[in-house]
């Protein structure tokens, strides 16, 4: 391996592996340096023991209403379309959920309309002009009881901090609905990639020929001494970039336990779940008041995998701390004021690049962080500005 790289790209999920392709695609050479095991980041994908694709840093459901992140993908995957359907289970229940005019009618125990939906809703939201905060941004659309049946309890347990110390963007992005669509998601596109994200992942790195070397297992600190390179590009925490001299930025992680059934055993469940061959009715199942848990989590809804097996899992927000994933940046005034302190030293840097969720603190979907990595390498290279192509290359 020859040690002078015009790249030295730190990271190797979505924001590190579209940079280091585009990148390569440009003739330059780059190395990927990742302290896990694997590629894809917290998008990585696996099979378990029992033969079922899971998503084990928490499942990732690809949506964007871009279509240059679209095509840009679809270069490296073909797609499986999915509806991303999940229900909320409180008061011994399921409920539809994002809230829509079913949940209303399951709510009054008998059939209704969007009108008399929209006339209950003006009667029951509390009037604030500009939201604040996560309570005031709920509250304002729905009122006080259904924020206490779907949201307080939820955001409580995920976060550990009261919805109305969260920025309102917390909550404000779970839409609520007076018609019957309880599509999860709003974006045009919603898939995901066909076969896995990691096959997706390695057909990106295989695109870039021998211009890209890749050391998995490996803190990007340990080979800065033995290699020279034009430029960074920074996908970890920004915290950690500056050795936490602002001290430690808060993250929110989460501990995931994972339950797989046999046929046999799903044959038990087969009047819950609806279906032969799954554990519960919907890809995810939010559990706002009952449990440790948020959620639980039945990918295969998704993958639309042939097995008969399936694999559920909990998820359980825990405190960040030594040995623990940073999963969410915590949004909320006083995280900012540390990272904005962070910002401002990444942004007198010569020569790296800060892009991606970790890097710029802030939480990001997967096509969002992808747009990053393009806009980036677009302003790196502004001259040769590239046309993604359309067609499936690999
Ligand atoms: C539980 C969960 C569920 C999610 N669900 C969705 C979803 O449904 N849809 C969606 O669009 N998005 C989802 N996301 C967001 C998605 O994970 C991110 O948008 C995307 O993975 C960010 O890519 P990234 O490259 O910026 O970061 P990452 O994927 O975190 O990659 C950064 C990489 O840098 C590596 N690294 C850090 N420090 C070092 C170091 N010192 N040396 C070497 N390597 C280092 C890390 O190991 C990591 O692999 C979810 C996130 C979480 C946490």
Known sequence: MSLTFDYLIVGAGFAGLASAERLCALGKRCLVVEKRTHLGGNAYDRYDDNGVLIHPYGPHYFRTNSPRIREY????TEWHPVNYQILSHTEGRYWNFPINLNT????????STGAEMEEW????????????????VIISQVGWELYEMFFKGYTLKQW?????????SVCGRIPIRTNRDNRYLQEEFQALPKGGYTPMFERMVGACGDRISILLNTDYRTVLPHVEYGHMIYTGPIDEFY????GGLPYRSLRFEYESFSPEQL????????????????LQVNYPNDHDFTRIVEVKHATGQLCSNS??????????????EPYYPVPAPDATAIYQRYKELADAEQGVSFIGRLATYRYYNMDQVVGMALAEVDRLHPSSTQKIPTSRQT
């Open 73 to 76: 993908l679809s270069r490296f």
């Open 267 to 282: 044959k038990d469940r087969e009047s819950i779940a609806g279906k032969p061959g799954f554990w519960q009715p919907a």
């Open 160 to 168: 550990k901090r009261h919805p109305k110390d969260l920025d309102a």
């Open 121 to 136: 809703l003006a009667t029951h939201r509390v009037q604030i002009e500009r939201p604040a905060n996560s309570e005031e």
């Open 311 to 324: 694999t559920i899992v909990r998820e359980f927000p825990e405190d960040y701390g030594p040995g623990k």
């Open 243 to 246: 050795d936490c001299r602002y």
């Open 104 to 111: 209303f009618e399951q709510y009054l125990g008998r059939p």
